[in-house]
């Protein structure tokens, strides 16, 4: 019997043994919890810091198709008029008036079409990609040698002399090499044999007389005004086709008001400066 119920307390001890093992470890573990740091909520997202570039709500672009020959002064203009129109973002092409209107007739995209001729507007008009325009400036030919005259030229008749190399711009790309030949013809000169090279823009016109490549070429007064190393003879009026530097907004602007403000500067004291101060005449002179 004795033995029996030693039996029955060792069963008892070793299982009471286990529970208070069993319970211990339980209170350890929550004891463990509640020490634990406690995880911290989620902050939340922070705005940007003030350095950093966002782009603003409100900026608009305008898309501008812009004569080569003007650049100088347009970049004035677009640095004026965007600092008059916060958030107004102009994106400039520059090129000859004839691929700028290929750009037009092919992509039908665009708010803006300024060239250096009003024949290349009065054709972007017969299609139906503009509105109407508003002059800007005078965009006079004129005869660009090297400086000091080398070649001694001081008339149109004197690009028919036989050591005279000339460079002329394409007149399929740029209208002042279709008014070089309407000049020509109007004056009955004849200097094909002359010509070395055709470029596409007025500005390549003073670049080749620049660098010896050419003696002489028909380009504009502005396009001298500023540059180094060369000169400009004057064509007399009764000879000279002027040019006249037209703005137009497109018939599929995508922002009538933006672009009612753009031709708007353009027209005011300060975008007339802007052409003045890069050797272009005003159309009222």
């Keep these: 019997m004795k033995g029996k119920g030693m039996e029955r307390t060792h069963a008892f001890t070793s299982k009471g043994a286990k529970l208070v ?5 339980v209170a350890s573990l929550g004891f463990l919890g509640a020490c634990a740091p406690q995880a911290k909520p989620a902050e939340p997202a922070k705005a940007p810091h003030a350095t950093e ?5 409100s900026e608009q672009h305008l898309m501008v198709y812009c004569g080569a020959g003007m650049k100088k002064a347009m970049e004035q203009v677009k640095t004026g008029f965007e600092a008059k129109n916060p958030g107004a973002k102009l994106d400039i ?25 009003k024949p290349d507007y009065e054709n972007a008009k017969k299609e139906g990609l503009v509105q109407d325009n508003i002059p800007v400036a005078n965009h006079t030919p004129a005869i660009v040698v090297k400086k000091g005259n080398p070649k001694h030229i001081s008339s149109l008749k004197d690009l028919e002399k036989p050591d005279v190399k000339l460079v002329l711009a394409d007149a399929a790309s740029a209208s002042i090499g279709r008014t070089a030949n309407m000049i020509f013809e ?18 390549e016109i003073v670049t080749a007389v620049q660098s010896s490549n050419a003696d002489a070429g028909i380009c504009t007064k502005d396009s001298v005004s500023e540059a180094q190393d060369v000169e400009a003879i004057t064509i007399p009026n009764d000879q ?23 031709v708007a500067y353009l027209k005011s004291a300060e975008g007339k400066k802007a052409y003045s101060d890069h050797g272009f005449l005003p159309v009222d002179k």
């Design 186 to 203: 109007k004056n009955g000169i004849n200097a094909k044999k002359n010509i070395k090279a055709t470029v596409g823009t007025v500005t």
């Design 21 to 25: 093992i069993a319970l211990g470890v």
């Design 93 to 117: 092409t520059y090129a000859g008036s004839g691929k700028l209107l290929a750009q037009l007739q092919s992509t039908h995209k665009g708010d803006l079409f300024i060239v250096g001729a």
């Design 53 to 57: 570039q966002t782009k603003p709500a």
């Design 240 to 262: 000279n086709i002027n040019q006249i530097i037209t703005a137009s907004i497109t018939t599929f602007t995508k922002n009538q008001d933006l672009s009612n403000k753009f």
